[in-house]
């Protein structure tokens, strides 16, 4: 089974501290995503790797950035937190080929910037 | 560019009631297609593909048919149950990222009342 792991289900975090989040994937996928889920907007894809060292803006990038040194490992920043990136933010990993692209997402880890 | 709409929740339904989510998508070319759903406090798991048309996909009851000409792709189950409660997302596969993106429609919750 694909295993997608985030290293925290729950974290709380004061105004502009600089917070990690780390995604690990055991099924040695080139492509990896951070998406955060907010009530009423479903996911929005924030940054994205198709290879290590390489990545890409999503759709919402602002006030947020990503490191990717190692195939299996994906990890999103907020360089100064704020309130208003308090989210469910989940992880995915998927394949480069094949007919299918589909997406293995991790148990998410709930944020909350007071 | 390529978007999915999905039927708003919320959906209550009773135990053994029929089930029917829909799915409508715009795309160029020729997508996979996928059902995800999101158990509370989980992150989103694959319940159902189909990669061309006619495709039917099907997993724990659950059902949907990719049909290019009503560029459909509604849910449906027979007889639903209380462990089915969860959020539904419907999503294509963007073929043309470079990383094979999938674009998430917006989610309907579902709950089945005993």
């Known amino acids: 089974d694909v295993k997608v792991t985030q290293s925290s289900r729950y974290l709380v975090k004061r105004t502009g501290e600089k917070v990690f989040l780390e995604c690990v994937q055991d099924?040695?996928?080139?492509?990896m995503f951070w998406y955060r889920q907010d009530p009423g907007l479903g996911l929005r894809l924030i940054y994205f790797?198709?290879?290590?060292?390489?990545?890409e803006k999503g759709d919402i990038p602002e006030g947020y950035s990503v490191s990717r040194e190692k195939k299996e490992r994906f990890s999103l920043i907020l360089e100064s937190a704020s309130t208003n990136q308090t989210s469910m933010y989940l992880c995915?990993?998927?394949?480069?080929?094949?007919?299918?692209?589909?997406?293995?997402f991790g148990p998410g880890t709930r944020l909350t910037v007071t | 560019g390529d978007s999915v709409t999905q039927m708003e929740g919320p959906v209550t339904l009773s135990e053994e009631a029929f089930l029917t989510i829909n799915c409508t998508y715009t795309a160029t070319g020729y997508p996979s297609l996928f059902w995800y759903v999101q158990y509370p406090g989980e992150g989103l798991q694959l319940l159902l593909k189909a990669t061309k048309a006619d495709d039917k996909g099907s997993n724990k009851g659950f059902e949907a048919t990719y049909r290019k000409e009503t560029t459909s792709f509604h849910l449906e189950k027979g007889s639903v149950q209380v462990s089915d409660s969860a959020v539904y997302f419907c999503?294509?596969?963007?073929?043309?990222?470079?990383?094979?993106?999938?674009?998430f429609g917006s989610g309907t919750r579902l709950s089945i009342r005993p």
């Open positions: 995915a990993s998927s394949f480069p080929q094949g007919a299918s692209y589909e997406q293995y």
């Open positions: 790797s198709y290879d290590v060292k390489m990545k």
């Open positions: 099924m040695d996928h080139e492509n």
């Open positions: 999503a294509l596969s963007d073929r043309g990222s470079s990383a094979s993106k999938i674009i």
